[in-house]
């Protein structure tokens, strides 16, 4: 690794420590890559950059190759869609991904290593680019073709490719204020309510954030909550109002 | 031929070495040299090319070579020797190529379909420059340019008789149809330019 | 036609022959000759080709000519000698003009590897975007079309002759083996993992 790279210091919310740490943390599962602010190391690194005044190419090219080993990681672990879930990556085979690429992207380096030296020992070597001046034309005869091809062809090119998935775009969490209200002013005007059928229609993000704000109710003593069996209706009702019924929800 | 062993021999003369400089320039050449611009890539006097020329004509001849150097109307050049003739024009009948390629395909369709049309224009609707393929649907004669957008404008490619003839058409009109793709030429024209921007590069 | 110094000499052996048919071949020729080619042309067996070949890689090499017999791109092709190249810069352009960036050897060097693949694919394992690299790499004839993507119809590309040529490899399989060249993943994790193990936790 080069030393610029190794030799960032980060202090980030989630991490104190030089980067080279921090990546074997992640390799190792020691820390979710989703509490780390990716952006803010970005800015470490250009800070770190210009304190050492000189444009060190070679350590630019690593760390975009590695910050955009993790962005990649990090963006799978947060956005995973229906088909990632079912394979979704284990811890193991995400640091094995980020290795994969790093080799890969080396070897390519590599290789380009190689075509620039033979590149450098033909440089002086010439040999003509087009036809010889006095040879004869080339005659280039096609066979009979199939006027069904063209239009076959013309298809091709009016093929829809898939829509880009834009599931990551719905993952906005709306506040959990919002909900609290709503569940205050429906306490307000029944004493009890089932929480499936309240949040029916909603997004899974919405429903997460939904259960958040009864749980901050819960914690504040406003409302109880009951459930009678695991999967069964969550009953939700004023602490007031239904002292009888306790908590008895079960973790599954 | 010059002797291999240069390093101990005084027979290379300044002649015969720049008899080496001037039948590298000539197999590298693809257009006839005039003497004046070998001079000035050689560096030295039009006589001494001129020398130069001389032994390489004495060697590059028809008794004893099978490339041979020939003063042309635009100045010097090798070509094959006439024993070769045969099979020199065995090397250049190119057998029937039995078909095109997917991009020379798709170009000729665009331009059979909604020409005449400029290579922007080509391009838009392929996704990718298309530069190389339309030169070499025009070398083999299967498009030609066809008038330009306007006065200034770029030049566009219609498909010509030859292509009509290999792909067995009376006529465009008798193109297949493909109304699955629009009514008319501009609305097929506008889908695939949809397409075409929606489409990874 | 035949040469009229065939009647009167028993000198031109069959194999000197051939060479002069070969060597004029190759003058004419815009591409490297594959020795089946050449045998082709030539209505001769490939071994015979083969001897040809011999003669003539001794008459035309680097240190008694000016012209050189190189094995290049899958055939054989004639080039300017090394010693030639100066004057050669003042008539020619250099096959790749400048030097090509660390981009675009990069590109290339998947491309070779790797190749056929769509810009996304390339892109992917360079991290970065690589439109412009690509579409640089085309124009210079270093790369080309080579059919679509079923699924998304990108475009992929693969190396061509002239990019054989300009790096003078006799094939795409004279490259080196990648595995050679880069460590492998359980290295570089390992590695990875070694630089963690040092720091105190």
């Given at each position: 690794m080069a030393v610029a790279v190794r030799e960032l210091e980060l202090d980030l919310d989630a991490?104190?420590?030089?980067?080279?740490?921090?990546?074997?943390?992640?390799?190792?599962?020691?820390?979710p890559l989703q509490e780390v602010d990716l952006?803010?190391?970005?800015?470490?690194?250009?800070?770190?950059?210009?304190?050492?005044?000189e444009l060190d190419l070679d350590a630019c090219g690593e760390f975009l190759v590695l910050i955009s080993a993790l962005l990649e990681l990090k963006a799978r672990a947060m956005f995973p869609d229906e088909e990632a879930e079912l394979a979704e990556l284990e811890p193991e085979e995400a640091a094995e991904e980020l290795a994969r690429r790093l080799a890969e992207y080396r070897r390519a380096k590599e290789a380009a290593q190689f075509l620039r030296g033979r590149l450098e020992a033909r440089r002086d070597l010439y040999f003509r680019l087009g036809p010889a001046p006095l040879a004869p034309r080339?005659?280039?005869?096609?066979?009979?073709?199939?006027?069904?091809?063209?239009?076959?062809a013309l298809r091709v090119l009016s093929i829809e490719p898939p829509a880009p998935s834009t599931a990551h775009?719905?993952?906005?969490?709306?506040?959990?204020?919002?909900?609290?209200?709503?569940?205050?002013?429906?306490?307000?005007?029944?004493?009890?309510?089932?929480f499936d059928q309240e949040v029916k229609g909603l997004s899974r993000v919405e429903v997460a954030v939904a259960f958040l704000a009864l749980l901050e109710l819960r914690k504040q003593n406003e409302?109880?909550?009951?459930?009678?069996?695991?999967?069964?209706?969550?009953?939700?009702?004023?602490?007031?109002?239904?002292?009888?019924?306790?908590?008895?929800?079960?973790?599954? | 031929m010059d002797s291999p062993l240069r390093l101990i021999t005084t027979e290379a003369t300044p002649a015969a070495e720049l008899a080496k400089v001037v039948e590298a320039l000539l197999v590298v050449a693809s257009q006839p040299l005039p003497v004046e611009e070998i001079a000035a890539a050689a560096e030295v006097d039009v006589t001494h090319v001129g020398e130069a020329l001389e032994l390489l004509a004495e060697r590059y001849c028809e008794e004893t070579s099978g490339i041979v150097l020939e003063h042309v109307a635009g100045g010097w050049a090798?070509?094959?020797?006439?024993?070769?003739?045969?099979?020199?024009?065995?090397?250049?009948?190119?057998?029937?190529?039995?078909?095109?390629?997917?991009?020379?395909?798709?170009?000729?369709?665009?331009?059979?379909?909604?020409?005449?049309?400029?290579r922007p224009e080509i391009a838009r609707i392929r996704g990718v420059n298309v530069d190389g393929v339309v030169a070499g649907l025009a070398e083999r004669g299967l498009i030609s340019e066809g008038g330009r957008e306007n006065e200034f404008g770029a030049i566009r490619y219609r498909t010509t008789p030859l292509f009509e003839r290999i792909f067995g058409l009376e006529s465009l009109s008798a193109l297949p149809r493909v109304d699955d793709l629009g009514a008319d030429v501009t609305e097929i024209r506008a889908r695939l330019e949809a397409v075409a921007e929606k489409r990874p590069a």
């Amino acid at each position: 690794m080069a030393v610029a790279v190794r030799e960032l210091e980060l202090d980030l919310d989630a991490f104190e420590g030089p980067f080279d740490l921090l990546l074997s943390l992640v390799l190792r599962e020691e820390l979710p890559l989703q509490e780390v602010d990716l952006a803010e190391i970005v800015i470490a690194f250009v800070e770190h950059l210009a304190d050492r005044g000189e444009l060190d190419l070679d350590a630019c090219g690593e760390f975009l190759v590695l910050i955009s080993a993790l962005l990649e990681l990090k963006a799978r672990a947060m956005f995973p869609d229906e088909e990632a879930e079912l394979a979704e990556l284990e811890p193991e085979e995400a640091a094995e991904e980020l290795a994969r690429r790093l080799a890969e992207y080396r070897r390519a380096k590599e290789a380009a290593q190689f075509l620039r030296g033979r590149l450098e020992a033909r440089r002086d070597l010439y040999f003509r680019l087009g036809p010889a001046p006095l040879a004869p034309r080339p005659e280039r005869k096609l066979a009979p073709q199939s006027a069904d091809k063209l239009a076959a062809a013309l298809r091709v090119l009016s093929i829809e490719p898939p829509a880009p998935s834009t599931a990551h775009m719905a993952l906005r969490f709306p506040p959990t204020s919002q909900f609290l209200e709503r569940w205050r002013s429906l306490l307000r005007r029944r004493s009890r309510f089932d929480f499936d059928q309240e949040v029916k229609g909603l997004s899974r993000v919405e429903v997460a954030v939904a259960f958040l704000a009864l749980l901050e109710l819960r914690k504040q003593n406003e409302i109880a909550i009951a459930q009678a069996a695991p999967f069964a209706p969550i009953r939700i009702s004023r602490a007031d109002a239904e002292r009888s019924l306790s908590w008895t929800a079960h973790s599954a | 031929m010059d002797s291999p062993l240069r390093l101990i021999t005084t027979e290379a003369t300044p002649a015969a070495e720049l008899a080496k400089v001037v039948e590298a320039l000539l197999v590298v050449a693809s257009q006839p040299l005039p003497v004046e611009e070998i001079a000035a890539a050689a560096e030295v006097d039009v006589t001494h090319v001129g020398e130069a020329l001389e032994l390489l004509a004495e060697r590059y001849c028809e008794e004893t070579s099978g490339i041979v150097l020939e003063h042309v109307a635009g100045g010097w050049a090798f070509r094959a020797s006439a024993a070769a003739s045969e099979a020199c024009s065995r090397l250049f009948e190119k057998p029937t190529e039995k078909g095109l390629s997917q991009a020379a395909l798709e170009t000729l369709a665009i331009v059979a379909y909604l020409g005449p049309l400029s290579r922007p224009e080509i391009a838009r609707i392929r996704g990718v420059n298309v530069d190389g393929v339309v030169a070499g649907l025009a070398e083999r004669g299967l498009i030609s340019e066809g008038g330009r957008e306007n006065e200034f404008g770029a030049i566009r490619y219609r498909t010509t008789p030859l292509f009509e003839r290999i792909f067995g058409l009376e006529s465009l009109s008798a193109l297949p149809r493909v109304d699955d793709l629009g009514a008319d030429v501009t609305e097929i024209r506008a889908r695939l330019e949809a397409v075409a921007e929606k489409r990874p590069a």
